[in-house]
C-alpha cells in the first residue's frame, strides 16, 4: 500500500511538471517570437525540454513501480536512476542548441526586445521555483533521484529566466537610451543561460550515473542496519553486511554468526527474525541473510 502511494505522489509531480512546462514553453515562445528576445527563445526551448524531462521521470516512475518478477527478482527501481540520466542528457543538448542559437544571433540584425518578454520572465520565475520547492522536497521524501533531478530541472530554469532577465532588460533600457551596444545583451543572456543548463546537466548526470551503477552505503550510512541486527538476542556477530542502492530504495546482503550448537532450524529461525526486523526500517525492500558458526577467535 505503502509503494502504491508512493507512485501517486511521484506520479502526480511528474504531471504537473509537464503541464506546467508545457504552458511556460508555449508563452515563452509565442511572446520571445514577438517581443523579438533571443533570451526569451532560449528560455522557452529550456522549459520545453523540461516538458520530455518530466515525462522520462514519470516513465521511469512508471516502470520503477511495478513489482518484481522472475527477469528481476530486485524489482525495477533502477529504473528511476535510468530516467534521471536521460533528463540530464536531454538538459545537455538542450543547453548546446540554446548556445547554438544565441551565438548565431549576434551575426543576425538585431533590435531590442519588448516589454512583454519582462512580465513573462517574472512569471516563469516564480512558476518555476514553486515547481522546483514542490518536487524537491517530494523527491526528498520518496528518496526519488529521478524527482529530485527533475526538480533542479526546475531550477536551472529559474536561473536562465533570471539570466535571461537580465538581458531583456539591458537590451530594452539599451533601446531606450539609443545604447546600440546594449543590444547584445540578450543574445549574451542566451549564451549564458546556455553555459549554466549545461553545467547542470553535467553535474546532475554524473551524480544518476554514481547512482545507477551498484554502490553500496557507507559505514556511517549503514550504522542503523547494524544497530538493528545486533539488537536480536541470538546474533552474536555480524560477520559482513553490504547494503546496496537499487533506486529509491536498499537490498541487504548479510552474514551472521550464531551459536555453532544449534540446530539449522534454529539457525534458520534466527535468521528469520533477523530478516523481518531489517524489513520494518526505511527503505529496506529485500534482505538476503547467511548464517555462520560463531568462532569468538575470527574478527568479524
Do not use: C
Amino acid at each position: 500500500m505503502e509503494h502504491e502511494q508512493r507512485f501517486r505522489q511521484a506520479k502526480t509531480a511528474a504531471i504537473v511538471g509537464i503541464a506546467g512546462n508545457m504552458a511556460l514553453a508555449a508563452v515563452k515562445a509565442a511572446v520571445g517570437v514577438w517581443s523579438q528576445s533571443q533570451a526569451l527563445i532560449a528560455d522557452a526551448a529550456h522549459s520545453a525540454s523540461d516538458v520530455a524531462g518530466s515525462f522520462a521521470v514519470w516513465v521511469g516512475l512508471r516502470a520503477a513501480a511495478r513489482p518484481p518478477d522472475e527477469d528481476h527478482p530486485y524489482g525495477h527501481g533502477k529504473a528511476e536512476s535510468i530516467a534521471a540520466i536521460i533528463v540530464a542528457v536531454l538538459l545537455f543538448l538542450v543547453g548546446i542548441e540554446i548556445g547554438r542559437s544565441a551565438f548565431l544571433s549576434f551575426f543576425a540584425p538585431l533590435s531590442p526586445p519588448g516589454a512583454a518578454a519582462i512580465y513573462v520572465l517574472l512569471l516563469s520565475i516564480a512558476v518555476k521555483e514553486a515547481m522546483f520547492r514542490y518536487k524537491y522536497r517530494l523527491g526528498k521524501k520518496l528518496n526519488s533521484d529521478a524527482l529530485i533531478i527533475n526538480a533542479y530541472e526546475h531550477r536551472s530554469d529559474v536561473f536562465s529566466s533570471f539570466a535571461a532577465l537580465i538581458g531583456v532588460g539591458a537590451a530594452i533600457v539599451g533601446g531606450k537610451w539609443e545604447i546600440d551596444w546594449l543590444v547584445y545583451a540578450d543574445p549574451l543572456a542566451g549564451l549564458f543561460v546556455s553555459l549554466l543548463v549545461l553545467k547542470m546537466a553535467w553535474d546532475l548526470g554524473r551524480q544518476s550515473v554514481h547512482t545507477a551503477i551498484d554502490h553500496v552505503l557507507h559505514e556511517e550510512e549503514a550504522g542503523y542496519l547494524r544497530e538493528a541486527v545486533l539488537s536480536i538476542p541470538d546474533v552474536r556477530q555480524i560477520n559482513e553486511l553490504h547494503a546496496r542502492e537499487h533506486g529509491h530504495y536498499v537490498i541487504v546482503d548479510l552474514k551472521i554468526a550464531v551459536d555453532p550448537q544449534l540446530t539449522v532450524e534454529e539457525g534458520h529461525r534466527i535468521g528469520k527474525k533477523v530478516k523481518e526486523k531489517l524489513l520494518t526500517l526505511p527503505r529496506v525492500r529485500n534482505v538476503m541473510v547467511h548464517i555462520n558458526p560463531y568462532n569468538p577467535e575470527k574478527k568479524p
